[in-house]
């Protein structure tokens, strides 16, 4: 469509902005020409019909003020969605369009904008010299996600390795997209109530600053081939997703601040990146990894310093495949995997951060404050480590299909040249991880990797309370750098940062994972009531309500078609939920209903069906492994005496099956196994049975095997469809077992038409 210049009417006021030109934003593709004010009449919604944007900067030096009050709609019912939840063909994932664009033309500054409802708030391309200033995006496009409060949603995980196609824009979108720019400005944008924040793709020598990208699902602040940029005195806090404390902790690559692909010589400077899947989620790129380049290798040169990076359901700071990092005096607490994770980097500089109680939620060895895969002339110095798991743990094994890629042979230098110096290791007897065995530095060899040569560890302090603590045998050599030995000489910028030592930023947000509470929108902003699914099963629907931290507001719901009850929690102290309970009324094989929950003038619908069967069980400790002799396994069942229950629902997490069924009699938390037969009276049609399972699990419907998934996995879905002919009991046979750590097993029936 050719350009088309909207009449403007000039009003002469008062000096500054108010000179400007003013123009009335009624309808979609207004070309903006000259610098003006833009008025939007209140209640105005206008849909980007052609995806190129419903205002288009289209000549350079412009300057847009958005006039109080005016707010570019881009979807109609926003405010209901917000206050009842979309409606069926609805949500959030429906949003199309772009707000403002800029494309191909220097010096715009947008002013004041406010943006709703849009897939891209602001899609900037070419647009050197581009400035945003004072901006509020909110109610964007996110994913609809599919984890539950008891188990994981494979769908849900983030592709952030491609982006050279824009993948990240036609799959993800973002408030503010810049794109093949230089010398851009952002400061003080705020976005809400979508998944991506701020993307800088190739763009080069800007800064980002006093800006709040925060309670996302995604990433708030995402980097592609983006150097010389400064990040600073900003938060991107809560931008995560796939996190249930206590249960799983994945953060499915959502993050504060992502960084991919040869990001290099950026400044990351007093920022807040607490509670987002990954604080900072760096890694060098599949050039590293798969190229032979000349230069750097990796995201590189890059400075971390003054962040706080707490509270991440994985890392507080990944860097992979990359070199010559610096992380200086950044604030480390209680991150569930650890604090630094950094798989084949080098001649990466750790000084004076703090590390407090990371690695809650290990996976095997990989825990703690820092840990480094293959790395090499890295130099880890005058930190303090506070009740961590693991102080600092460098390890390698044989990855025979990594290591033979071209670009990691080309940038590997195997596990040499590491200094652990001058760093203090304490153990307090108050530390929060129970009865387990402290470490402060462990080199673990799981495999034969070329190039080894132990680190130099010296001159640490090391201090404990009443509990164990242990230095791994083997940790390097214990002496303090051998005589005329030169240590690598400082960075001038970095020794100027160290000696300047910005201030990390303040928290207003509460410590502790536990607050970290996703819904199928994206991650809870203490501001607005949520609800999300916690259980489903044959005998009880269980749905938790966070209200408003403040609220005084007291919940309620009603029910039509079964039994509710709505319970507080003890004493409304910090973040737990109310529950809301929902059971089918006796004598009903098959039901369904429907319900409303109410938080002052928010409302969710529920809805759900039951379909009750009559099982028995019989559970006990094996000591036949079932994946070795199946029919050993069985046969212990048959010592046992059988249990008869309404429901398999066993949420055993990482307890016992007396813990969630006290009948069931079987307190050990590994190694048991449950063999149940059932029948139910089903309706002749069409019907679908439902498993979640943690480990292994097989189904058959008149005594044909539909599900099976005979192995060790974590929560999984599984399901499966089967006919029923005509009235009668339909039989069902079951097989579980459990062999180490998390575990669940929970059935249920629904029609499949």
Not at 52 to 78: K, M
Not at 304 to 322: I, K, Q, R, W, Y
Not at 564 to 581: F, I, K, N, T, Y
Not at 703 to 730: K, N, Q, S
Request: hydrophobic share 35%; charged share 25%.
């Amino acid at each position: 469509m050719p350009a088309c210049p909207v009449l403007v009417l000039f009003l002469m006021l008062q000096p500054g902005e108010n000179r400007l030109p003013l123009i009335t934003v009624d309808r979609d593709d207004i070309f903006i020409t000259e610098s003006c004010r833009v008025f939007i009449p209140p209640g105005t919604v206008i849909t980007d019909d052609e995806n190129d944007g419903v205002i288009q900067i289209a000549a350079d030096g412009v300057r847009l003020v958005f006039e109080p009050g005016s707010v570019l709609i881009g979807r109609e019912g926003l405010d209901r969605w917000l206050r009842e939840g979309p409606a069926a063909g609805e949500g959030w994932d429906t949003l199309t369009g772009t707000g403002i664009a800029v494309d191909g033309h220097e010096g715009v500054a947008i002013v004041n904008a406010s943006v709703r409802g849009f897939r891209v708030g602001v899609l900037a391309r070419e647009a050197d010299g581009l400035r945003i200033e004072n901006a509020t995006l909110t109610d964007l496009w996110r994913q609809r996600l599919t984890s539950t409060a008891t188990r994981e949603g494979a769908d849900d995980w983030l592709w952030p390795h491609k982006n050279d196609d824009n993948e990240w824009l036609t799959n993800y979108g973002a408030a503010v997209w810049v794109e093949d720019s230089e010398k851009v400005s952002l400061r003080a944008v705020t976005v809400r109530r979508g998944q991506n924040g701020i993307v800088l793709d190739a763009t080069n020598g800007s800064s980002v600053s006093e800006c709040d990208a925060s309670f996302l699902s995604g990433w708030g602040l995402a980097m592609w081939r983006a150097s010389d940029n400064e990040i600073k005195d900003n938060r991107f806090d809560f931008c995560v997703r796939g996190h249930v404390e206590g249960v799983y902790n994945r953060g499915q690559d959502s993050a504060g601040i992502l960084m991919f692909e040869a990001c290099r010589d950026n400044r990351i400077i007093s920022n807040s990146a607490t509670h987002s899947g990954d604080g900072i989620f760096g890694f060098g790129g599949n050039d590293a990894i798969e190229l032979v380049q000349d230069g750097p290798w990796g995201n590189a040169g890059n400075r971390f310093v003054s962040n706080d990076l707490s509270f991440a359901p994985a890392h507080g700071l990944e860097m992979t495949f990359s070199e010559q990092n610096y992380i200086g005096n950044n604030l480390f607490e209680s991150n569930a995997i650890c604090g630094i994770w950094g798989g084949y980097s080098r001649r990466t500089t750790i000084s004076e951060n703090t590390f407090i109680a990371n690695g809650g939620m290990a996976y095997g060895r990989e825990r703690g404050a820092i840990n480094i895969e293959h790395g090499s002339g890295n130099i880890i110095t005058r930190n303090r480590f506070t009740n961590n798991k693991v102080g600092v743990r460098l390890w390698w094994d044989f990855d025979a299909a990594l290591l033979s890629k071209p670009g990691v042979q080309a940038g590997y230098r195997g596990v040499q040249d590491n200094e652990i110096d001058r760093n203090h290791f304490v153990m307090q007897s108050d530390h929060p991880f129970g009865q387990a065995v402290m470490v402060g530095v462990e080199i673990d060899d799981i495999g034969e990797a070329p190039g080894y040569d132990g680190p130099r560890v010296g001159s640490n302090v090391f201090e404990r309370s009443q509990n164990s603590w242990e230095i791994e045998e083997g940790a390097g050599v214990p002496v303090i750098f051998p005589k005329g030995q030169l240590r690598p000489k400082k960075d001038p910028e970095i020794q100027a940062l160290s000696y300047m030592i910005p201030p990390r930023p303040d928290r207003i947000h509460p410590s502790g994972r536990e607050w970290i509470v996703v819904d199928d929108w994206g991650p809870w902003d203490f501001e607005t009531p949520l609800l999300r699914e916690h259980s489903r099963s044959s005998n009880a629907d269980t749905f938790e309500l966070y209200p408003p931290r403040r609220s005084t507001h007291e919940p309620s719901v009603t029910i039509d078609g079964a039994d509710a009850e709505l319970l507080p929690p003890a004493g409304l102290e910090g973040w737990r939920p109310w529950l809301v309970r929902v059971t089918p009324r006796d004598g009903q094989a098959v039901s369904a209903y429907t319900g409303t929950v109410r938080c002052g003038n928010w409302t969710r619908p529920i809805a759900g069906r039951f379909v009750r069967a009559a099982w028995s069980v019989r559970v006990w400790s094996w000591t036949s492994d079932p994946l070795e002799d199946l029919d050993a396994w069985r046969a212990e069942a048959g010592s046992v005496g059988p249990i008869e229950t309404g429901s398999l629902d066993l949420p055993f997490g990482y307890a016992g099956p007396s813990s969630v069924q006290p009948a069931l009699k079987i307190d050990a938390r590994d190694r048991f196994g449950l063999i149940a037969e059932g029948s139910i009276d089903l309706p002749p049609g069409r019907w679908r049975v439902r498993t979640r399972s943690d480990d292994g699990i097989r189904v058959a419907i008149n005594d044909e095997l539909l599900i099976e998934r005979w192995d060790i996995h974590g929560p999984t879905e599984d399901a499966a469809e089967f006919e029923v002919a005509e009235a009668g009991p339909t039989r069902i046979g079951l097989e579980y077992f459990e062999n180490a750590g998390y575990a669940t097993l929970s059935v249920w029936f629904e029609p499949a038409d």
